[in-house]
């Protein structure tokens, strides 16, 4: 399967790409699904509440927040093993979607 890495407001944090029909690009999956450690679910919830927290208010440290986002990528192809393909997506900049970065 290939997955994407996105923070969203009442989100896994994690997405399946081509889990659902256009015109959507992913479908949400829970972390249950996917039998990640307790930790790695934990980080990811942690992740997807600093977003809910910060991001409406214009306080989001996009520097620190993308960096956990892209540690959390790491982890989960790290955890889901080679045969995932896995991807994180940052924050959109000025208006302008951002590129997604394959994680290795």
């Known amino acids: 399967?290939?997955?994407r890495v996105v923070a969203d407001h009442a989100s896994s944090g994690i997405w399946a790409i081509g889990a659902v029909p256009p015109p959507w690009r992913h479908g949400m999956i829970g972390h249950e699904s996917l039998g990640l450690t307790p930790d790695l679910t934990r980080?990811?919830?942690d992740w997807i509440?600093?977003?809910e927290r910060d991001e409406m208010d214009g306080k989001l440290d996009?520097?620190?927040?993308e960096k956990e986002g892209l540690a959390l990528a790491q982890a989960?192809?790290?955890?889901?093993g080679p045969?995932?393909?896995?991807?994180f997506?940052?924050?959109p900049r000025d208006g302008k979607p951002a590129?997604?970065?394959p994680i290795e």
């Open 76 to 80: 989960l192809k790290s955890e889901l």
């Open 1 to 3: 399967m290939q997955f």
């Open 62 to 65: 996009l520097i620190a927040f």
């Open 49 to 51: 509440t600093w977003y």
């Open 43 to 45: 980080r990811f919830g």
């Open 83 to 87: 045969e995932a393909y896995v991807e």
């Open 99 to 101: 590129t997604s970065i």
């Open 89 to 91: 997506v940052p924050e």
